[in-house]
């Protein structure tokens, strides 16, 4: 605020004129408040933009996102949004790049025909969301930078409720505005965030607005480099939440690690308020108690119950109601236990191989990222195909509805954050955007049976202050979840006569140590016979990337790269050299489905395709699937014989 005193009274006084007139003018903004002010001194004019540019900072009013929004009470704004394109951020900034109090956010009209307003919402084009601009306007297609989003829309407000404001997620940067009012601040491309709208928002008309950033930075995470396409825009949906006052935040109802007869059952309040009875029902265990909140506002309980195990075999899921406050909850829970032994990965006790793929968040058919449970399923159907009993959700946290439908299908689940190559090590704000990144992520999918392993990273380059940061993340992910394993995909170091070492600080803070190789495109494959691993953790090993390139269709002889021929054998030397490293306990290959970057400009191949695909986007199978499915039948089948022990 102004420091001054008596420039402070003389702006104040004028500001219910002067200031709202201004609110309708974009670009003349201070040069003109200015002028009609009449501010001459240089004091005074130091003091107005001091004023503007505090006045632009808002409340904060960002909340947790609830756990499993879609049972929640939710209207959907998904739909047509208005969208203008601001590669300059006119409508943040000043022409003396100041954030503006006049910005896009008002969502300003001429008030008469002399007003001068240089943009228009009303005016502006529609997108619908959630998508991508890149795929939703052709001309967005290699945009990074601003574009502003805005929708009216009608609400009935309710005497003793909350109304909350959710984004499933927006890449990257996300600034909201409701009814002009800034409502926070977010970053991070992947993961949900929530507004706490109540005194916000009106009863009847409403607009909301919201600049999306998606400029790259070697301070974001991820960082200035990765390998996949920068996708911008509202990507997963958007939702006003009505809640009782206090309403269930977070809950989690799963299978004691350690007695398979035994649930453990929490559920936190909003609030800490004490004594409220919180209902928990499972209908088909018969399982209905009344547990009451202590002064967090928190209720712990262990429940006896012999429920059926959820497996790839048989992803069997309960009915899960929860009853707080007058407020209902619905899920669908699976009860496994997950740990390892060795080199084993157990589930529900039981040695498995982790038969996978890797795949991006990246919808089939039209790319773009995936918005429905329908393309979800297409991909995670072609992993089924492929015999997978586990998917590698990489390199960022996918769309709830991904995770949630690859539990009903019986897959389980890699994680990740995207953590990804040149991080900014030693920047404190970086450390801190990855921890709130994984701890949405684990907030929002720790009720789900399928998902095994949070993964904090991907080929990371040692230092110590990489160590630093990496161990700090996993030791903070295990208390947000002490339940799942932790890994991270490393990498291997060659060394002479054919020898690979996997040799990684990090080994000893992670469950589960995973490498990503590849032999045979980045290296020669000739050599693939030859090669000795040295991996002398007695962990299990997840060889989490291996692959070549291919283009759907093109055949020649093996010799020739991005043939068919080439990764069909690329994947049988690569396969046959796995067979033979001690402790292998799963593998994703990269990758399931060719996804675009803009890393791979190569024309009439590539043409901005990640080409390592087993299928192709339109979903036509490439030879080496057929080598990686005899395999995987082969690994099943080795499951299911009796073990010694
Ligand atoms: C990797 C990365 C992955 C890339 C892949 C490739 O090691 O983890 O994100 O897309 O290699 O195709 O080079």
Redesign the pocket.
């Known amino acids: 605020m102004i420091i001054i005193p008596h420039i402070n009274a003389r702006i104040v006084s004028l500001q219910p004129e002067n200031l709202m007139i201004q609110q309708n003018k974009s670009k003349p903004n201070m040069k003109s408040v200015i002028c009609n002010l009449k501010i001459r001194s240089r004091f005074a004019l130091v003091a107005l933009l001091a004023f503007v540019a505090s006045s632009a900072a808002a409340a904060d009013l960002e909340v947790t996102a609830p756990t499993n929004i879609f049972t929640r009470n939710t209207i959907s704004l998904n739909g047509d949004w208005h969208y203008i394109v601001d590669p300059q951020e006119i409508g943040y900034y000043d022409y003396r790049m100041r954030p503006t109090r006049w910005g896009f956010f008002v969502n300003a009209e001429p008030k008469s025909k002399s007003d001068l307003v240089e943009y228009s919402f009303a005016k502006a084009e529609t997108m619908k969301v959630p998508s991508t601009w890149n795929k939703s306007d052709e001309r967005l297609f290699f945009y990074e930078g601003t574009v502003w989003y805005e929708r009216d829309f009608q609400y009935e407000k309710r005497d003793g409720e909350r109304t909350l404001l959710y984004f499933g997620a927006v890449s990257n940067d996300a600034r909201v505005w409701l009814n002009g009012k800034e409502l926070g601040h977010h970053i991070g491309g992947f993961t949900p965030f929530c507004y706490d709208v109540s005194d916000v928002i009106a009863d009847g008309n409403n607009f909301v607005v919201v600049k999306v950033d998606n400029k790259r930075a070697k301070e974001n995470i991820p960082t200035n480099i990765f390998?996949?396409w920068n996708y911008g825009g509202i990507i997963r949906d958007v939702m006003l939440v009505r809640t009782p006052n206090n309403y269930i935040e977070d809950y989690v109802v799963q299978l004691d690690g350690q007695n398979q007869r035994l649930l453990n059952c929490f559920v936190r309040l909003k609030q800490p308020q004490e004594g409220v009875k919180v209902t928990l029902e499972i209908p088909e265990l018969k399982i209905k108690k009344s547990l009451f909140t202590n002064s967090n506002g928190t209720a712990r309980v262990q429940i006896k119950a012999r429920p059926r195990l959820w497996s790839p075999e048989n992803p069997v899921l309960y009915k899960v109601k929860l009853q707080a406050n007058g407020e209902t909850l619905s899920d669908e829970i699976g009860f496994r236990t997950i740990a390892t032994r060795g080199h084993e990965i157990l589930l529900n006790g039981k040695p498995v191989f982790l038969r996978g793929i890797a795949m991006h968040d990246e919808a089939p058919f039209k790319q773009g990222r995936v918005t429905t449970t329908e393309e979800a399923h297409t991909l995670l159907n072609w992993a089924k195909e492929l015999g997978c009993n586990y998917v590698r959700l990489?390199?960022y946290p996918h769309n709830e509805l991904t995770v949630r439908e690859a539990e009903r299908m019986g897959l389980m689940v890699w994680e990740e954050i995207p953590v990804y190559w040149t991080i900014d090590w030693t920047n404190n704000a970086t450390l801190e955007n990855a921890k709130r990144q994984l701890h949405d992520m684990i907030l929002r999918d720790h009720s789900r049976a399928n998902v095994v392993i949070w993964s904090i990273a991907?080929?990371t380059p040692h230092s110590v202050e990489r160590d630093l940061f990496l161990s700090s993340l996993a030791k903070y992910a295990r208390t947000q979840d002490s339940t799942r394993l932790i890994s991270m995909?490393m990498e291997v170091t060659g060394a002479k006569n054919f020898v690979n070492r996997l040799n990684d600080n990090m080994h000893e803070f992670v469950d589960i140590v995973a490498f990503?190789q590849?032999v045979g495109w980045y290296r020669d494959v000739k050599t693939a016979r030859k090669m000795t691993w040295e991996i002398t953790y007695n962990k299990p090993v997840i060889i989490s990337?291996f692959g070549g390139g291919a283009v759907y269709g093109r055949h020649g002889d093996a010799e020739e790269r991005w043939t068919e021929e080439f990764q069909e054998r690329l994947y049988e030397e690569n396969l046959a050299m796995i067979d033979r490293i001690n402790g292998v306990a799963g593998t994703s290959p990269?990758?399931l489905m060719d996804f675009m970057?803009p890393r791979r400009p190569l024309k009439g191949v590539q043409d901005w395709f990640?080409r390592?695909g087993l299928f192709s986007p339109q979903g036509q199978k490439k030879k080496a699937f057929y080598v990686v499915q005899d395999w995987y039948k082969k690994k099943k089948s080795a499951d299911e014989q009796p073990k010694k022990k």
């Open positions: 390998d996949w990489a390199h991907n080929e995909a990503n590849y990337e990269w990758v970057s990640n390592k």
